[in-house]
């Protein structure tokens, strides 16, 4: 089934499901295993002006990171849990400024994929089909996606609409969890126990495709330097609520969010070193799904700044289609009135006609005038 796609399909999710490489890659490190609850770390004071958190986007800097994503679904209609997990490792590098789509562009690389895929007992695909399948195309796969100097994620690339719905799922998932990689951070100094609020927002409502809304806040709990490597790391504390929206031309399907996530802000160094996160996701009548999100990165010197691999996605790229599926907003242009003679009754400019009712009237009477004021008496009408 998978196979039977094309070259096309492997080439788009080879693409996009690196995203999942990067997509959890900030998030993992604060919370490992068991009651562990991170790297040991001692508390220093913070300075009187406040904690200023900023990103490192220095074109050619390079991060790496590992991964590990995992998740229980609790079916209404099925007495089994199912559960899915993916481990593995990220190169990030920063490739500089995108004119195009905006704020800084990175291209992530994963390697060392570990896969452990369930599917529903229903599902026509496979646990042994996906999972080759998705660890085939993850590794060595490449995204590009964008991210402004705050922290917030401006472009992620849409999922192409032949991608079959168990690998869509998959490719999904990815994709939020690099969103949850970032942070937006404020452009002030922060007071330890202040708070800021992200307001989220992706899609467009009533329209086809996902219409995501939602609430991050964050909390600066304290600053602390790291026993191990002595960097210096702002604690955030964070909780989430968000609807989102799936339309199709079948319907539309509403689940809710909400979670926690600790992480750790390199202040010094520019970047977000490590997060956790768990939020559990209600589908009303459907199913439960508990995730859990974890993701460490290091400053790793210099990588390639090089053209970044295309990523083939939405085929639709305008926002009036009613079929576009992808964060621009529409603006249509208002059409340009072609016809410039105000008295035309087609025209629709701000022009007033001055020649009313009786034919040439207005015209007879300003020549009239124009000849009484040379002299000459005015011509007789001809018949």
Not at 23 to 51: D, F, H, Q
Not at 260 to 267: D, E, G, Q, R
Not at 282 to 308: C, E, H, I, M, Y
Not at 342 to 368: F, L, M, N, Q, T
């Amino acid at each position: 089934m998978l196979a039977s796609n094309g070259s096309s399909l492997l080439r788009v999710t080879r693409t996009l499901l690196c995203g999942l490489a990067i997509a959890s890659a900030p998030l993992l490190g604060l919370a490992t295993s068991g009651c562990k609850r991170g790297p040991a770390m001692s508390k220093v004071e913070a300075p009187a002006a406040g904690i200023t958190l900023q990103y490192d986007f220095t074109p050619g800097q390079l991060y790496r990171g590992h991964v590990e994503r995992s998740e229980t679904i609790q079916f209404v209609a099925f007495p089994a849990n199912v559960t899915r997990s993916i481990k593995f490792d990220v190169a990030l590098t920063v490739q500089g400024k995108d004119p195009q789509r905006g704020g800084n562009l990175l291209t992530a690389k994963i390697s060392n994929v570990d896969i452990v895929w369930g599917q529903p007992p229903a599902s026509p695909v496979s646990v042994s089909e996906v999972k080759a399948f998705a660890t085939q195309n993850l590794t060595g796969s490449e995204i590009s996606f964008n991210v402004d100097d705050s922290g917030k994620v401006v472009y992620m690339p849409q999922i192409p609409p032949d991608v079959p719905q168990e690998l869509s799922m998959a490719i999904q998932q990815a994709l939020d969890a690099l969103e949850f990689s970032f942070y937006e951070v404020p452009d002030r100094p922060l007071k330890i126990g202040e708070s800021w609020d992200e307001d989220k927002k992706k899609g467009r409502e009533g329209k086809l495709g996902r219409y995501v809304v939602g609430t991050l806040t964050t909390t600066v709990e304290g600053l602390y330097k790291l026993d191990e490597s002595g960097v210096e790391v702002a604690r955030l504390e964070g909780k989430e609520t968000e609807t989102e929206t799936t339309t199709a031309k079948s319907g539309s399907h509403e689940v809710k969010r909400e979670g926690k996530a600790m992480s750790l802000f390199a202040t010094a160094d520019g970047y977000l070193r490590e997060r956790s996160t768990d939020y559990t996701t209600f589908d009303t009548g459907n199913s439960t799904t508990f995730t859990k999100l974890r993701v460490n990165w290091k400053k790793s010197g210099t990588g390639a700044v090089q053209a970044p691999t295309k990523v083939e996605t939405q085929s639709i790229n305008d926002p009036c289609s009613p079929d576009y599926v992808g964060p621009e907003e529409c603006k249509q242009a208002t059409e340009t009135q072609s016809i410039s003679d105000p008295c035309s009754p087609d025209y629709v400019g701000p022009e007033e006609c001055k020649a009313e009712a009786g034919g040439d009237a207005a015209a007879d009477a300003a020549g009239e005038a124009g000849a009484e004021a040379a002299g000459a008496a005015p011509q007789p009408e001809t018949k």
